[in-house]
Structures are given as structure tokens and as C-alpha cells.
């Protein structure tokens, strides 16, 4: 779970994911529960550090969802052979 830092050489890309997908190289998506929102991690058959789901225009941050119906959605709709995923929570 998200046990890499994040830095923009841990970013990947949705098409990255994508691609990743289709080459069955995805060994787990995780959905992390932060103060800004939530934020997907992906782990790769291939790579050891975690890989944080950033978008094409802006790979210096994470991607973070505010809303976990337009999480869901987007992962469905983008995403639609990934059928399970890991959900990592904040403290109380």
C-alpha cells in the first residue's frame, strides 16, 4: 500500500495503465484515502516502487478524486476488465 514516496518518476499515466492492462502487467490497483482525496496506486508486474495514477497534463502530482462516485466511474469506464481493487482508509 502505497509505501513508495510519491516523486514524478513513480507517475504513470491513464493510458500507461491502459496499456499496462492489456499486456497483463497489473498486479494491483489500490485506492488511498488522503487529506486532499483519494488517490490510485498501481503495482506492476515489472517494477518494484509503487506507481501513482497521474493525468497526461500534469505528471508533478498524484491524480486526486474528491468524489468516490466519480472514482468509481472512472475507474469502470476506463478501466473495465479491473474488476477489484484494495481501499486503504485514513486513521479516524
Not at 49 to 67: G, H, R, S, V, W
Request: net charge positive.
Amino acid at each position: 500500500m502505497a509505501t513508495s514516496p510519491w516523486n514524478s518518476r513513480n507517475a504513470i499515466t491513464g493510458p500507461e495503465v491502459k496499456q499496462a492492462i492489456e499486456l497483463g502487467k497489473l498486479t494491483e490497483i489500490s485506492f488511498v484515502e488522503s487529506n486532499e482525496g483519494w488517490y490510485v496506486v498501481v503495482n506492476l508486474s515489472w517494477r518494484e516502487e509503487d506507481l501513482y495514477l497521474a493525468t497526461l497534463q500534469n505528471k508533478d502530482k498524484p491524480k486526486y478524486f474528491t468524489d468516490l462516485h466519480r472514482l468509481a466511474r472512472s475507474m469502470k469506464n476506463n478501466y473495465p476488465t479491473v474488476r477489484h481493487g484494495k481501499w486503504y482508509f485514513m486513521e479516524p
